[in-house]
């Protein structure tokens, strides 16, 4: 067990829908990081925030976006789904940003998302 | 451009034998960290091992260790004595150390070990 929690673990939903992935992360990490997983793209990262801040940016699109809450629990919002979005949404925390570089990644175990 | 490339979407390997699994990197930081993860066919992500570009040696966790060529910028990963339970994908990963501190995955080996 990673200590980092995603709920849910599987979603099904439909074309033009909105849904809100949640994740906790290790206790006394403040950064927390999202990823997508999807069969031909492999992972890819999504956003990242540090302590409540948002700290780095990836090929997130316009239709998803992401917080980072006080109690530093993260949601990501993904809204007016396609079908293209469907996969496998990983939340990752780590204790702090890098410096130095070694601070890995812990993984949730996931949010399978189906857009049917 | 592609920073992480993992030139083998899949291997077959014998069981006991060593496996190596290729990496390379694309960076012009000078500081940067190079990791290695495991994904089972359950789909968590297992952290297996760690290089860092000032690291003067190669680095090893038990059966796993990093084959690290900082001039051909590359990573592999070397398993020793594979076993059934080393059948998984696996990704590697590399965070640069100034700007923005996201580590970017390659598209992932998957591995197969055969009784």
């Known amino acids: 067990d990673s200590g980092v929690t995603q709920t849910p673990k599987h979603l099904i939903t439909a074309t033009g829908q909105r849904v809100t992935l949640r994740c906790s992360p290790r206790?006394?990490?403040?950064?927390v990081y999202w990823y997508q997983q999807s069969l031909d793209q492999g992972l890819q990262f999504l956003i990242q925030?540090?302590?409540?801040?948002?700290?780095a940016k990836g090929n997130i699109l316009e239709r998803f976006s992401a917080q980072q809450f006080p109690d530093l629990h993260s949601e990501l919002n993904l809204s007016s789904l396609e079908l293209g979005d469907s996969a496998l949404y990983f939340c990752?925390?780590?204790?702090?940003?890098?410096?130095?570089?070694?601070?890995?990644?812990?993984f949730g175990s996931g949010t399978q998302l189906s857009v049917l | 451009a592609q920073k992480i490339t993992q030139t083998q979407p899949g291997m077959f390997v014998q069981e006991k034998e060593a496996v190596t699994l290729d990496c390379t990197y694309d960076t012009s930081d000078p500081s940067y960290g190079l990791f290695w993860y495991k994904q089972p066919s359950s789909g968590e992500m297992i952290f297996l091992i760690y290089?860092?570009?000032?690291?003067?040696q190669n680095a090893t966790e038990g059966r796993y260790s990093l084959n690290f060529q900082k001039a051909r910028k590359s990573a592999n990963l070397v398993i020793s004595a594979s076993q059934l339970g080393d059948s998984a994908m696996y990704f590697c990963?590399?965070?640069?150390?100034?700007?923005?501190?996201?580590?970017?995955f390659g598209k992932g080996t998957r591995l197969h070990i055969l009784p």
């Open positions: 925030y540090y302590n409540g801040e948002e700290r």
């Open positions: 990752a925390s780590s204790v702090e940003p890098s410096m130095p570089t070694n601070e890995k990644l812990f």
């Open positions: 290089q860092g570009s000032y690291d003067q």
């Open positions: 206790s006394g990490d403040l950064s």
């Open positions: 990963a590399m965070r640069e150390g100034l700007g923005d501190d996201k580590i970017i």
